[in-house]
């Protein structure tokens, strides 16, 4: 079974640039998850969908992010215009159907904003 | 608020013992799980307390104390492929999850 796959691996653009990161969830998991981790700090929520519906968006820091999760499958996650504090490590997760304490997450998407 | 806060370091020689803490203040706190990542890996499942107590999965245990808000993972016999960060992470309940900053784990030789 194929594990949660992010891409690019890495992205280093310049302040006011666009980047779209894709996530593709473990076959079958209805749930996927966007987390951010900046440098020494705690791996934040950003947003959770269940199949292509936005269940909570709460963690996203404002509208320059935007996440499509189209026909349930893969997810974005755009940032447009990039700031400095945009820079991170972006982590992709799904799981099961229903509530799950047990998240796989995919190894990242390492966002350095110029 | 939310959070959860853990050392953000600790250094252990291979063989011995070591307890990693974290203590959370969440609303609605249903459960309290464990994930480990190596250096530019994925964070990895490594268990789950929904009940007080200790939870054992081979080397590892991992414990809750709901009265006291507090928890922590036990690694045993450590190796130095147990060199990784550590982090606990806060079941809110619904599909929530709360992380800490994660404690960085160094095994010696």
């Known amino acids: 079974e194929a594990g949660v796959t992010q891409f690019p691996s890495h992205s280093v653009i310049e302040k006011g640039q666009t980047v779209t990161l894709r996530c593709d969830p473990i076959s079958g998991h209805d749930n996927l998850y966007w987390y951010r981790r900046v440098m020494g700090k705690e791996i934040k929520f950003l947003l959770h969908f269940v199949k292509e519906s936005k269940q909570d968006e709460s963690g996203m820091p404002n509208n320059r992010f935007l996440a499509e999760r189209t026909g349930g499958t893969y997810s974005t996650l755009k940032v447009q215009p990039a700031e400095l504090e945009d820079s991170g490590v972006y982590f992709c997760?799904?799981?099961?159907?229903?509530?799950?304490?047990?998240?796989?997450f995919g190894p990242g998407t390492r966002l350095t904003v110029t | 608020g939310q959070s959860l806060e853990q050392p953000s370091e600790v250094t252990a020689v291979e063989g011995a013992i070591v307890q990693i803490n974290c203590t959370y203040q969440?609303?609605?706190?249903?459960?309290l799980s464990w994930y480990q990542q190596h250096d530019g890996g994925a964070p990895t499942f490594l268990s789950y307390?929904?009940?007080?107590g200790l939870e054992e999965t081979g080397r590892f245990s991992s414990f809750l104390s709901r009265s006291d808000s507090y928890g922590y993972l036990l690694l045993q016999e450590l190796q130095m492929k147990d060199s990784a960060s550590y982090f606990c992470?806060?079941?809110?309940?619904?599909?929530?999850?709360?992380f800490g900053a994660g404690t960085r784990l160094f095994v010696k030789a």
């Open positions: 307390n929904a009940l007080d």
């Open positions: 997760a799904s799981s099961q159907e229903g509530p799950s304490y047990e998240q796989y």
């Open positions: 969440t609303s609605g706190f249903y459960g």
């Open positions: 992470a806060g079941n809110t309940g619904g599909f929530k999850t709360i």
